[in-house]
T-cell receptor
Framework: ETGVTQSPTHLIKTRGQQVTLRCSSQ?????VSWYQQALGQGPQFIFQ???????GRGNFPPRFSGLQFPNYSSELNVNALELDDSALYLC??????????????FGPGTRLTVL | AQSVTQPDIHITVSEGASLELRCNYS??????LFWYVQSPGQGLQLLLK??????LVQGIKGFEAEFKRSQSSFNLRKPSVHWSDAAEYFC???????????FGTGTRLQVFP
C-alpha cells in the first residue's frame, strides 16, 4: 500500500475541453511528480512540484499546468484537450528535494480519454 | 540526452523458468537506475533500485538486477518465475537534480503454466 491516491479513476472528455486530475500524496512527502503514459509506452515526465513550486518540467506545452497544496494534495490541469492527450496519468510522491534519490511512490493513475 | 532502451517488447516464459529482462541506458554521469512493475489497471511498484556500491542489487519478490557500467546495462533477473509475475516491467534512470525518471518503453512478461 503506497498511500498515493488519484481521482477520478476514469474520465472522458471532448477535444477542446479542460480537465483537472487530482492526486493525494503520502503524508510527509514534499515532492509530487506527474507522468503521462500513452498506450503501449513508458511513462513520460510532465513536471514536478517541490514544496508547492515547480521543480522541473518535461517536454510538455504550457497548457499542461499543475498545483501543489500544503495538505499533500496536488492537481494536474490540461487545457484545450487534444486527441493525443488520451493516456494514463500517473502521479508519484517522494520525500523529495534537490538531488534526491528518494523512492517515488506511484498512484494507480487516471485514465483520460479524449474524443 | 538521457535515454533507456528495453529491447524486448514481449517475453513469454514457462512458470518455474528463469527470467532476464534487458535494459540499456544512456546517461553521462553515474546513473540512478530503477526497475518498476505495472500490473493491469495498477500504478507502478518499485522492484529495486541502484544508486552506488554493490553492482548486484536485490529487490522484492525474488528479483535482482546487475549494474554493468561497461555495457551500460541494468538487467533484471529472477531464477524461477511465478504465474503472478506476469505484468509489464519498466526500467528507468533518474535524471540529475530532480526526481525525474526517464522510462523505457517496457517489456510485457507472459507466464505459461
Amino acid at each position: 500500500e503506497t498511500g498515493v491516491t488519484q481521482s477520478p479513476t476514469h474520465l472522458i472528455k471532448t477535444r477542446g475541453q479542460q480537465v483537472t486530475l487530482r492526486c493525494s500524496s503520502q503524508s510527509g512527502h514534499n515532492t509530487v511528480s506527474w507522468y503521462q503514459q500513452a498506450l503501449g509506452q513508458g511513462p513520460q515526465f510532465i513536471f514536478q512540484y517541490y514544496r508547492e513550486e515547480e521543480n522541473g518540467r518535461g517536454n510538455f506545452p504550457p497548457r499542461f499546468s499543475g498545483l501543489q497544496f500544503p495538505n499533500y494534495s496536488s492537481e494536474l490541469n490540461v487545457n484545450a484537450l487534444e486527441l493525443d492527450d488520451s493516456a494514463l496519468y500517473l502521479c508519484a510522491s517522494s520525500l523529495g528535494g534537490a538531488l534526491s534519490t528518494d523512492t517515488q511512490y506511484f498512484g494507480p493513475g487516471t485514465r483520460l480519454t479524449v474524443l | 540526452a538521457q535515454s533507456v532502451t528495453q529491447p524486448d517488447i514481449h517475453i513469454t516464459v514457462s512458470e518455474g523458468a528463469s527470467l532476464e529482462l534487458r535494459c540499456n541506458y544512456s546517461y553521462g554521469a553515474t546513473p540512478y537506475l530503477f526497475w518498476y512493475v505495472q500490473s493491469p489497471g495498477q500504478g507502478l511498484q518499485l522492484l529495486l533500485k541502484y544508486f552506488s556500491g554493490d553492482t548486484l542489487v536485490q529487490g522484492i519478490k525474488g528479483f535482482e538486477a546487475e549494474f554493468k557500467r561497461s555495457q551500460s546495462s541494468f538487467n533484471l533477473r529472477k531464477p524461477s518465475v511465478h504465474w503472478s509475475d506476469a505484468a509489464e516491467y519498466f526500467c528507468a534512470v533518474g535524471a540529475g537534480n530532480t526526481d525525474k525518471l526517464i522510462f523505457g518503453t517496457g517489456t510485457r512478461l507472459q507466464v505459461f503454466p
